[in-house]
Nanobody, 120 residues
């Protein structure tokens, strides 16, 4: 089994910054795509950013130029640096990963989420 644990959420003022982290643990053989999704109250979950390898990245148009996704493969960790935060970025942020376990089974995994609130 593979587990994803997010951290780094909290309350921040508009224009501020936060850095989210997501560490994968468990019976990991390898990890492919890692991604961040978010779900605002009353809205569907949406993709924020994803990364394959060390530099192949994609971003939602709403966060381009403000958010940066990165990963440390040695630590099985993905990060989301969020700058110039806006109230509309308020949401629960979820980590997602395609991981192969030591039994060579590949599955998609979700973390439990971390709340980001952007408000005065």
């Amino acid at each position: 089994q593979v587990h994803l644990m997010e951290s780094g959420g909290g309350l921040v003022q508009p224009g501020g910054s936060l850095r989210l982290s997501c560490a994968a643990s468990g019976s990991i053989f390898s990890i492919g795509v890692m991604a961040w999704y978010r779900q605002a109250p009353g809205k569907q979950r949406e993709l924020v950013a994803r990364i394959l390898g060390s530099s192949n990245t994609n971003y939602a148009d709403s966060v381009k130029g403000r958010f940066t996704i990165s990963r440390d493969n040695a630590k099985n960790t993905v990060y989301l640096q969020m700058n110039s935060l806006k109230p509309e970025d308020t949401a629960v942020y979820y980590c997602n990963a395609d991981a192969t376990n030591t039994a060579r089974a590949t599955m998609n995994y979700w973390g439990k989420g971390t709340l980001v609130t952007v408000s005065l």
